[in-house]
């Protein structure tokens, strides 16, 4: 139960409480921090990322719970929070890329691509009538020669690390990292770092049908997802 004076200040978006909060904002935080854990890790080769799809049910098939997106050659992104909402910025992020391409002739920068999405995404706790986004993103690409990874929020709020993670199991992610990140490490050190640090966020609960993994390397510029049979072999090799 919020206290009396606070009541009435989440009905809608463009409204601060007396100490300057927007609840609604804070109520996609939320939504994210109940998502699963998507980890993200720059090296010497490139950015890894790392997420566990959670798979609920048996009936359910892996595959069809994406949360890792490519959105350009040279650019991926993985999501936590609602898949709906994420969905829809990945469209709007391949869209601006595309456009990009269209009219400097040239792959868009990461980083440029990564405040268009907070711009848009910072538009929707300005008005009323829509919601903000229920989802956080973690945008991994190379531009001019370096590997870059940024951290999205709901409020439009961009950050740049070297590792990091959101979801339900940021913390335990987040303190593994902080003990355990080497800048010079290589993608097999960095995904075992990542599935070390998932591992910690699960509790010990690792499904290798739920682990998808993406990479995008600083020598071909290129973006990919690890095949089914490459991450079993990182899973085996953690496991051992």
Do not use: W
Not at 27 to 33: G, L
Not at 38 to 62: H, M, N, W, Y
Request: aromatic share 8%; hydrophobic share 40%; proline share 3%.
């Amino acid at each position: 139960m919020q206290p009396q004076y606070q009541m009435g200040y989440d009905r809608a978006i463009t409204v601060f409480s007396p100490d300057g909060r927007l609840y609604q904002v804070e109520y996609a935080r939320e939504a994210v921090k109940r998502g699963t854990t998507a980890v993200g890790i720059k090296c010497s080769e490139g950015v890894v990322l790392i997420v566990d799809k959670r798979v609920t049910s048996r009936l359910l098939e892996p595959v069809s719970i994406e949360k890792i997106f490519k959105i350009d050659t040279h650019i991926g992104v993985a999501s936590s929070g609602l898949v709906g909402d994420a969905r829809s910025l990945v469209d709007r992020a391949r869209v601006e890329s595309q456009i990009n391409r269209v009219s400097y002739n040239e792959p868009i920068n990461v980083e440029i691509l990564a405040k268009k999405l907070c711009d848009h995404m910072q538009t929707y706790t300005q008005f009323g009538g829509a919601r903000p986004y229920g989802t956080a993103l973690l945008i991994a690409g190379v531009s001019d020669g370096e590997a870059r990874l940024f951290e999205t929020d709901p409020s439009g709020t961009l950050l740049e690390y070297k590792a990091t993670g959101i979801g339900t199991g940021r913390p335990a992610v987040m303190k593994v990292f902080e003990d355990e990140y080497q800048e010079d490490a290589d993608f097999a050190g960095a995904i075992k770092l990542g599935i070390k640090a998932l591992h910690a966020a699960t509790e010990g609960k690792l499904d290798v049908s739920a682990i998808e993994i993406g990479v995008v390397s600083i020598e071909t510029r290129e973006f990919r997802k690890l095949e089914k049979d490459e991450v079993k072999i990182y899973v085996d090799q953690f496991e051992e």
